[in-house]
């Protein structure tokens, strides 16, 4: 057998993508062996505990191995992915895991195209698989198809099937996502019966073998459409699938933001104060800025304005910009305003900020807005983008809730929530009518928050979305 020689094979390690990050998941794989690469051309996408980020490779070549399969956490400095480099003599890979290694279960794989075969067994120090309970009890077939996709695995990941296994090797043949996939389940492989080309087990047939182990008197509902139409029966103890849980694992950014709440709750001491003010003006001035010319393009929204206000609140009451410095006993006073805007993603709440947002025009502001929103919603957010705030605001009014008592973003001493905007009786000009309204809240740290100051912003918020006309006499 021939093996890759150190002089034709680059290693692509995991690069360190935000500050000090020590670890990554491989979220997804865009090439497999046998492609070629150029400098600069995206290879994976991973996900840190701050963001998921597409990693490009550094050189031109030919792919030769994949060491780690999608949904592995990998330390930073670790090789993920072998390039032959161009020019190069081609060289083939090892028919079979290194025999120091017989306790990796996917040590040995099938020869062929080597897609994401190649790599298993060939580190276990640097992996970190996450251990999941209750694999013993196999769940029935929609819910562990639901699992499966909450992990990432995905079956169009290979696409060439792989002959026999290379001598010596009796194990039943199927490819790394099915064989995690059956080791998720409880399944084993052996007793799976197989249905795809050249006897491989495949994704239907696990499932299949899940399914043949639910009790037969516990069936689908598909499988019995009579019921439907017959008298109501008693509501099951179970779901509609059958599950009464679904376990996910906790990692990424929602892991990350979980540690950071909790830390915030138990370290800065909550203040929130709640106000309700009409912001009918402000939102006639929305349309209005719809129609500007200079506005034409940009995100126009009432969230502008809202974020406008409180950066006037702000400059005049620059106190509230702060931080508390626990190791110098000290209040770090900020002379710049990197807002924070929290945006729910498919990973978990996020935060980017708008770096210097105080020095933005209106429709420096409206685009930053509809950059930082835009990103956000693709995934595309990097780690420096989160970095840095100072203050942030959250829109739980998009929810339709009223409002809520945010807590703070780490290293920050103010939080403003913004409730849903209703058409609400309210007493104008000594009469009953129809307005808009909307109630705010503010949480601060009141370790360098006083009452009195928290209490100037929350009003002079709601002082400019009241009367909007105050942006031009206090910006």
Same mark, same amino acid.
């Given at each position: 057998?021939?093996?890759?020689?150190?002089?034709?094979?680059?290693?692509?390690?995991?690069?360190?993508?935000?500050?000090?990050?020590?670890?990554?998941?491989?979220?997804?794989?865009?090439?497999?062996?046998?492609?070629?690469?150029?400098?600069?051309?995206?290879?994976?996408?991973?996900?840190?505990?701050?963001?998921?980020?597409?990693?490009?490779?550094?050189?031109?070549?030919?792919?030769?191995?994949?060491?780690?399969?999608?949904?592995?956490?990998?330390? !930073?400095?670790?090789?993920?992915?072998?390039?032959?480099? $161009?020019? &190069? *003599?081609?060289?083939?890979? %090892? #028919?079979? @895991? +290194? /025999?120091?290694?017989?306790?990796?279960?996917?040590?040995?794989?099938?020869?062929?195209?080597?897609?994401?075969?190649?790599?298993?067994?060939?580190?276990?120090?640097?992996?970190?698989?996450?251990?999941?309970?209750?694999?013993?009890?196999?769940?029935?077939?929609?819910?562990?198809?639901?699992?499966?996709?909450?992990?990432?695995?995905?079956?169009?990941?290979?696409?060439?099937?792989?002959?026999?296994?290379?001598?010596?090797?009796?194990?039943?043949?199927?490819?790394?996502?099915?064989?995690?996939?059956?080791?998720?389940?409880?399944?084993?492989?052996?007793?799976?019966?197989?249905?795809?080309?050249?006897?491989?087990?495949?994704?239907?047939?696990?499932?299949?073998?899940?399914?043949?182990? !639910?009790?037969?008197?516990?069936?689908?509902?598909?499988? $019995?459409? &009579? *019921?439907?139409?017959?008298? %109501? #029966?008693? @509501? +099951? /103890?179970?779901?509609?699938?059958?599950?009464?849980?679904?376990?996910?694992?906790?990692?990424?950014?929602?892991?990350?933001?979980?540690?950071?709440?909790?830390?915030?709750?138990?370290?800065?001491?909550?203040?929130?104060?709640?106000?309700?003010?009409?912001?009918?003006?402000?939102?006639?001035?929305?349309?209005?800025?719809?129609?500007?010319?200079?506005?034409?393009?940009?995100?126009?929204?009432?969230?502008?304005?809202?974020?406008?206000?409180?950066?006037?609140?702000?400059?005049?009451?620059?106190?509230?910009?702060?931080?508390?410095?626990?190791?110098?006993?000290?209040?770090?006073?900020?002379?710049?305003?990197?807002?924070?805007?929290?945006?729910?993603?498919?990973?978990?709440?996020?935060?980017?900020?708008?770096?210097?947002?105080?020095?933005?025009?209106?429709?420096?502001?409206?685009?930053?807005?509809?950059?930082?929103?835009?990103?956000?919603?693709?995934?595309?957010?990097?780690?420096?983008?989160?970095?840095?705030?100072?203050?942030?605001?959250?829109?739980?009014?998009?929810?339709?809730?009223?409002?809520?008592?945010?807590?703070?973003?780490?290293?920050?001493?103010?939080?403003?929530?913004?409730?849903?905007?209703?058409?609400?009786?309210?007493?104008?000009?000594?009469?009953?009518?129809?307005?808009?309204?909307?109630?705010?809240?503010?949480?601060?740290?009141?370790?360098?928050?006083?009452?009195?100051?928290?209490?100037?912003?929350?009003?002079?918020?709601?002082?400019?979305?009241?009367?909007?006309?105050?942006?031009?006499?206090?910006?």
């Amino acid at each position: 057998m021939t093996t890759m020689t150190e002089a034709s094979v680059r290693e692509f390690k995991m690069p360190d993508v935000g500050e000090g990050l020590t670890e990554a998941e491989i979220l997804k794989w865009y090439v497999q062996p046998g492609d070629k690469v150029t400098d600069g051309q995206v290879v994976c996408e991973v996900e840190t505990a701050k963001a998921a980020v597409e990693l490009p490779i550094p050189y031109d070549g030919v792919v030769r191995e994949l060491h780690f399969p999608e949904g592995t956490t990998v330390d !930073v400095g670790t090789s993920i992915i072998a390039v032959e480099v $161009a020019g &190069a *003599a081609p060289a083939e890979v %090892p #028919a079979q @895991a +290194p /025999a120091a290694e017989p306790a990796q279960e996917e040590a040995a794989e099938p020869q062929g195209r080597q897609p994401v075969l190649v790599g298993y067994g060939v580190s276990t120090s640097a992996t970190k698989r996450r251990p999941r309970k209750g694999q013993e009890a196999p769940a029935p077939q929609a819910a562990t198809a639901l699992q499966s996709e909450l992990n990432g695995h995905s079956a169009s990941a290979v696409t060439a099937p792989a002959p026999a296994p290379a001598a010596g090797q009796d194990r039943p043949l199927a490819k790394p996502p099915v064989r995690k996939l059956a080791k998720d389940l409880g399944v084993d492989l052996t007793t799976v019966v197989p249905s795809g080309p050249d006897g491989i087990i495949t994704r239907e047939d696990v499932h299949a073998a899940v399914a043949a182990t !639910v009790a037969p008197q516990a069936p689908e509902p598909v499988t $019995a459409p &009579a *019921a439907v139409t017959s008298a %109501p #029966a008693p @509501a +099951p /103890a179970v779901t509609y699938d059958g599950t009464r849980e679904t376990r996910v694992p906790v990692k990424g950014v929602r892991k990350a933001t979980a540690a950071a709440m909790v830390g915030s709750a138990f370290t800065a001491p909550h203040v929130t104060e709640f106000v309700t003010v009409d912001v009918t003006r402000t939102m006639r001035l929305v349309e209005e800025l719809k129609q500007d010319k200079d506005m034409q393009g940009l995100r126009v929204n009432p969230l502008l304005l809202i974020a406008k206000a409180l950066l006037v609140a702000i400059k005049r009451n620059p106190e509230i910009n702060a931080s508390w410095d626990e190791a110098g006993q000290e209040i770090v006073l900020k002379h710049y305003v990197n807002l924070g805007i929290a945006a729910a993603t498919p990973r978990g709440l996020i935060v980017p900020n708008i770096k210097d947002a105080h020095v933005k025009t209106l429709p420096q502001l409206a685009e930053a807005l509809g950059e930082l929103v835009s990103t956000a919603r693709e995934g595309k957010t990097s780690p420096a983008a989160m970095q840095g705030g100072t203050v942030t605001i959250t829109n739980v009014g998009v929810f339709g809730v009223d409002t809520g008592t945010p807590i703070l973003n780490p290293g920050e001493s103010a939080i403003l929530a913004v409730g849903a905007i209703k058409l609400q009786p309210w007493v104008h000009k000594g009469k009953v009518k129809p307005r808009q309204v909307t109630t705010l809240a503010l949480s601060f740290d009141h370790r360098l928050v006083d009452g009195e100051l928290g209490s100037k912003v929350l009003a002079d918020v709601a002082a400019v979305l009241e009367q909007p006309k105050r942006l031009i006499t206090w910006a």
